[in-house]
């Protein structure tokens, strides 16, 4: 059971560039997210989708756009890509949105940098 | 805006020693939710605590939501090189969306 799949593990980009973040579960699971990690500033929620079809602007969204595949998958683009977005980048999914306490799992996150 | 500030930001210690780290907010929470981090590797959930007051025990790990559910602690006991990691505490609000505190580094030196 593989969780929630993340690729690539690593990318360098130049200023200006695009790409997509790729990001896989197989638990079934209903909300994914899209989180940034930053030193010193915890994890900042970039865009959800509380469930299939449906996507949403989460703390820093500017620079971002995703798109829900299917229930399985969620990406994450970025446009044209600007050294501020360098950090390290995790896709977490749950079972559902907005209730009590609920359990993110995440996956092992992808480390990007922009030059 | 609500925050949550976690204290220490770093924690180096010796095997074998106890220590606290704790997560403080001026906002009510609904929920707390502690996560582990290892080097490469995505958040881990170790628990939820959703009543103030509340005390949950995992193993060697005693975790404690306040009373007034501001604020939240975990304490480790006889501390192994086994709990070396980042130490994140989520807080769930109004709207069950979570507020993460920056972290605790945690170093269990043998």
Redesign the interface.
């Known amino acids: 059971n593989a969780g ?1 799949t993340q690729t690539p593990k690593f990318q360098v980009l130049k200023t200006g560039q695009s790409m997509t973040l790729q990001c896989a579960q197989d638990m079934n699971h209903n909300s994914m997210y899209w989180y940034r990690q930053d030193p ?6 970039i865009y959800y989708s509380a469930s299939e079809g449906t996507t949403d602007k989460g703390e820093v969204p500017n620079g971002y756009n995703v798109s829900r595949l299917n229930k399985r998958e969620f990406s994450l683009r970025l446009e044209s890509a600007a050294p501020s977005q360098t950090s390290v980048y ?1 896709c ?1 999914s749950s079972n559902w ?8 799992f ?4 992808t480390q990007l940098s922009v030059l | 805006t609500q925050l ?1 500030e976690q204290s220490p ?1 770093f924690l180096s210690i010796q095997e074998g020693e106890n220590l606290t780290v704790y997560c403080n907010s001026s906002s009510v929470f ?2 707390l ?1 502690w ?1 582990r981090q290892e080097p ?6 170790l628990v ?1 605590v ?1 009543t103030g007051g509340e005390v949950k025990k995992l193993k060697r790990l005693t975790f404690q939501f306040g009373d007034a559910r501001k604020d939240s602690s975990l304490h480790i006991t006889a501390a192994q090189p086994g709990d070396t990691g980042l130490y ?1 505490c ?1 807080g ?1 609000d109004s ?4 507020i ?4 605790t580094k945690l170093i269990i030196k043998p």
């Open positions: 929630v010193g500033m915890g994890l900042r929620l995790f977490a949105y907005t209730t009590l306490g609920e359990k993110l995440f996956g092992s996150g | 949550l930001q609904s929920s939710q996560y490469g590797e995505g958040p881990v959930l939820t959703v994140l989520a769930g709207n069950y969306q979570l993460w505190g920056a972290g």
